[in-house]
């Protein structure tokens, strides 16, 4: 199929290429950029947190900026003895003081459900979460001693070029939209690009393109693997 995929930041997609293996043709158009903020980290002693909850691969870049930004680590809970010295992200080898657990693509409910059943009651908590969304996580503080701290912004870059090479589309109409969150829908509709149909990767994604009008086809989990595979070939 003909697909095009708005996307974030000027880094290759992994998804498209997920998604050119499978024999897809797919334009990638930049839609939006990530800035970071790593200042908003520097007035917080975290070894007063005993776990940093990081759920995306731009919060961890924050949090350990020399590790590779291609590795995602969605759903990653870090407890942490002495000032988070010594953290690493697996796969890598884990010091005997810092707990690591990679818990994979869940739903907000059901990473919430899971991290109740793992963590003591008496869990300090820091979330790192980007500046200007919701917090899907914010019902853990009716359990635990939370904070969420801003440390990255999704900024719209609607009406920049899409990227070149290969890449750059030559046609305003495709088979197929695919679309990893609802920021990218909600600018991509406002390039007017003609699709036939519309692929989400989770419900919050999906909602905001029922709200524009379109009936996406959903992945029955929120990780690229599962939405290239509903995509098929």
């Known amino acids: 199929m003909k697909l095009v995929l708005p996307t974030i930041g000027p880094e290759p997609s992994r998804l498209a290429a997920l998604l050119r293996e499978r024999g897809h043709e797919v ?65 890598q080898p884990v010091p005997d003081d810092t707990q690591v657990i990679e818990i994979g693509s869940r739903t907000s409910a059901e990473f919430i459900r899971y991290l109740r059943e793992i963590l003591p009651g008496d869990a300090k908590i820091l979330r790192l979460k980007a500046k200007n969304c919701a917090d899907s996580l914010a019902e853990l503080a009716n359990f635990y001693d939370y904070r969420a701290v801003e440390v990255y912004e999704n900024v719209e870059t609607v009406g920049d070029c899409p990227r070149g090479g ?56 929120a990780d690229y693997v599962s939405l290239a595979d509903l995509i098929g070939r």
């Open 27 to 91: 334009a990638e158009i930049e839609v939006g950029r990530i800035v970071y903020y790593p200042e908003a980290l520097k007035p917080i002693d975290l070894s007063e947190f005993s776990h940093i909850v990081v759920t995306s691969r731009h919060a961890r870049r924050v949090l350990v900026p020399e590790k590779s930004p291609q590795v995602c680590c969605r759903g990653l809970v870090v407890s942490p003895q002495s000032c988070c010295r010594g953290l690493v992200v697996a796969p």
């Open 166 to 221: 290969d890449n750059k589309p030559t046609t305003t109409s495709f088979d197929a939209a695919v679309f990893t969150c609802a920021s990218n829908a909600r600018r991509f509709m406002k390039l007017g690009i003609s699709v036939g149909r519309a692929y989400a990767i989770g419900e919050t994604t999906a909602a905001e393109l029922r709200r524009r009008g379109l009936a996406p086809t959903v992945s029955p989990r």
